[in-house]
């Protein structure tokens, strides 16, 4: 999710924790707990910092370790640790569990994003994505907004948070049921296909839909029961070739590949020098696809420049190629 559904995320954890008497009967504790949830609701995205290095670092770790079992058992014990310095004698077992439950709650939304997490490492390395819930939700964070004014108006601080989630839970079962009728219909219109990836977007009856079979690719979006297809491509898997071989040696494309399941490739020559363009093709919009990774050859195959992100243009890819190479 977003940086601010996070943080009212934070707010309503520690507002479900007056709800609990030990913090309840504690004014100084209920303070603390509430400042452990709002920074333990953060805590995993402290890896953005990645984005100062490169793309690339960022694209191939965000969500990756420090949204992993240990981290979620680790953040909430250095947060508990930090606050107790400032506050002596605050109970650290209660601080400690809500902090765990706001980290929790992090890690595990994330999951329901087209983006995902390393949730379960290192039991399992692969990235958890169910796709079912749009990185911004309105209803999820404007849903919280209106929690937060209403205990601000004297609603009961805890219950009214707590009704919320439970309001919450049919929410996320219905866009299961959402997402599933989507890949239903795409199965049924394509018996043969081997993919069927499911984004959701910022309206709720909108989804992207990539639908892969042996032979071909299919580029489209669901609108409520109808299917409606943009573009078509021969399924091309990534060939043995000596431009590819020297393009796939670059940490950019490297990191592309690693988050992206959709995808397509094509080598242009530009007079000058060569490029090997990958293009993620579940994220089309107006026509556009804007998530790419660009590796640029001379003709002997050294690497000159590469990039890896969200481009909307080819005068802004052409800049970053060009202060890549400086």
Do not use: C
Request: charged residues 15%.
């Amino acid at each position: 999710m977003d940086t601010a559904t996070h943080v009212v995320m934070g707010i309503a954890i520690g507002s479900i924790a007056t709800l609990d008497p030990v913090v309840a009967n504690d004014p100084v504790l209920a303070k603390t707990v509430m400042l452990g949830a709002i920074i333990g609701s953060q805590a995993p995205d402290f890896d953005t910092i990645l984005k100062l290095r490169n793309n690339a670092k960022y694209i191939r770790n965000h969500r990756g370790i420090t949204h992993s079992i240990p981290a979620v058992l680790l953040w909430p014990i250095i947060i508990t640790t930090a606050l107790s310095l400032f506050v002596p004698g605050i109970n650290i077992v209660h601080l400690w569990a809500w902090t765990f439950l706001a980290v929790f709650l992090h890690v595990f939304v994330d999951i329901f994003n087209a983006y995902g997490t390393q949730a379960l490492y290192p039991i399992k390395k692969k990235w958890i994505a169910l796709g079912v819930i749009y990185i911004f939700d309105p209803f999820i964070f404007f849903g919280h907004v209106a929690a937060i004014i209403l205990w601000q108006m004297g609603l009961h601080q805890g219950f009214t948070f707590l009704g919320l989630y439970f309001l919450l839970v049919f929410y996320y079962i219905w866009r299961f049921y959402a997402r599933n009728e989507v890949y239903n219909k795409a199965l049924q219109e394509h018996p043969d296909a081997t993919h069927v990836f499911i984004s959701p977007s910022f309206k709720w009856q909108k989804w992207h839909v990539v639908i892969r079979t042996k032979k071909m690719m299919y580029v489209a979006q669901a609108l409520g029961d109808q299917i409606n297809y943009f573009e078509s491509y021969p399924f091309e898997p990534i060939p043995n070739d000596p431009t590819i071989n020297a393009a796939l040696q670059d940490e950019n494309l490297a990191a592309f590949l690693s988050f992206s399941p959709s995808y397509r490739w094509e080598v242009v020559d530009e007079s000058d020098h060569l490029e090997v363009r990958f293009v993620d093709l579940r994220y089309r919009s107006k026509g556009h696809y804007p998530f790419v990774a660009i590796v640029k050859l001379d003709y002997h195959l050294n690497i000159l420049s590469s990039y890896t992100g969200w481009i909307y243009s080819e005068e802004s890819l052409k800049k970053k190629l060009e202060f890549a190479t400086e």
